[in-house]
């Protein structure tokens, strides 16, 4: 990992995911690429032209004027944390922001974006309904998001959930890189339904065969509500980090579709961490 994008919009949520995004580069020896992306106000056009482009380069000169005023307080929280040592570059963006943090992941090889995600509780108002589920959805490396009721604390616990397919082999092998870094074990989650496939047993003990060298935890659940079980996993088990697997378009909305108890709300400050298919 040589690279790692941080969209930031300045906000507190923001501010929270960027002490993630410096943990991440310095744990790896990546740079750290800041990106901040703006819009043009719609304005309606005024007979002379000219004044159209007037307001535009006021508000573009704006713009690059409040980016150069936050960078310094991004700094000092790195050098509050012992992280001014980790590598910074900015970039200051014009237009629409998935567009933005795609064409920087290809220009720039980006490895991961971490970023922050609003929502007062609920995993589906915290990353469905935010602007971070967009990028999860279009982006096309992982996204780490970060939820603005969060506190960092070191990652020592990971859970993995997984269905025990080939495909999750390589999101499982990049989760195991991030967890030696951080020292941490990884908890493949499991949960048993009535629609399992026969050979689901047969499976499960070839990953442990194959990961016997691992610092790897099965665990195989039975539950009815999918939601709930992950959670009420992640508050028993005290886990630092859900890592997720993309399998088809319309996961998200598929795997929350139902509305979720309070302890979703518990959920809101564990950082996700999701892998596209392919």
């Not at 080939?166 to 989650?189: G, M």
């Amino acid at each position: 990992m040589k690279q790692i994008l941080f969209p930031t919009d300045f906000s507190e949520a923001a501010q929270t995911a960027f002490i993630y995004a410096l943990r991440f580069a310095d744990s790896f020896g990546a740079e750290l690429v800041v990106l901040h992306v703006y819009d043009l106000p719609i304005v309606e056009t005024p007979p002379l032209p000219e004044s159209t482009k007037e307001i535009f380069d006021i508000v573009e000169m704006n713009q690059f004027e409040s980016f150069r005023e936050q960078l310094p307080e991004l700094h000092k929280i790195a050098e509050r944390r012992n992280l001014g040592h980790v590598k910074m570059r900015n970039v200051l963006l014009y237009g629409d922001l998935i567009y933005n943090i795609n064409k920087v992941c290809n220009d720039d090889n980006i490895d991961l974006i971490v970023m922050g995600t609003k929502g007062a509780s609920g995993l589906k108002e915290t990353f469905i309904g935010s602007s971070t589920a967009s990028v999860i959805a279009n982006a096309k490396v992982p996204v780490l998001g970060i939820p603005a009721e969060a506190e960092y604390h070191p990652i020592k616990s990971i859970a993995f959930t997984t269905q025990y397919k080939d495909k999750d082999n390589d999101a499982l092998a990049k989760t195991l890189e991030i967890a030696k870094k951080f020292e941490a074990s990884v908890l493949c989650l499991y949960i048993k339904n009535d629609d399992d496939p026969e050979d689901i047993e047969e499976r499960i003990n070839e990953w442990k065969i194959y990961y016997r060298s691992e610092k790897i935890d099965f665990f195989n659940i039975a539950g009815d509500h999918i939601e709930q079980t992950i959670l009420d996993f992640i508050q028993n088990q005290r886990v630092g980090m859900l890592v997720m697997r993309t399998h088809k378009r319309g996961f998200f909305e598929g795997l929350f579709h139902r509305s979720l108890t309070k302890k979703m709300a518990y959920h809101s400050k564990v950082p996700l961490l999701v892998f596209h298919e392919g």
